[in-house]
């Protein structure tokens, strides 16, 4: 899987509507033992919590492209500009802050034991 073709197809497919409506953009990371991880930025416009926002894109990314379509998981890890505005600068200027948050999702509940 090329995951630099797999982000640029997102970033024209998808990505580009949450960027302008909400100011939310993501990417994936890596994909490794049925889990997908992703990466992301949430702008000053998304209302939803840390919780709501990887559950809807780590669905987003699983629906939108048959490569990740067997993903059992997804590990979500998400860097917010309202928590922390200093963040976006570092971001802009290359530099990899910490994460304000990690969440983990799992598709399919039957997986639970």
Known sequence: M??????RKHFVENDMFYRVE???SSNLLDYKNCTAYLEVVIGNRWT???NATALE???LWRDAHPELSGAIACKVFI???KMSPYKADLLMEGIKPDYDSKKGIIFNKQHLN
């Open 2 to 7: 090329d995951i630099e073709k797999l982000n």
């Open 22 to 24: 909400y100011g939310l």
């Open 48 to 50: 939803k919590s840390h």
């Open 57 to 59: 894109i780590a669905n």
């Open 79 to 81: 860097y917010d500009k």
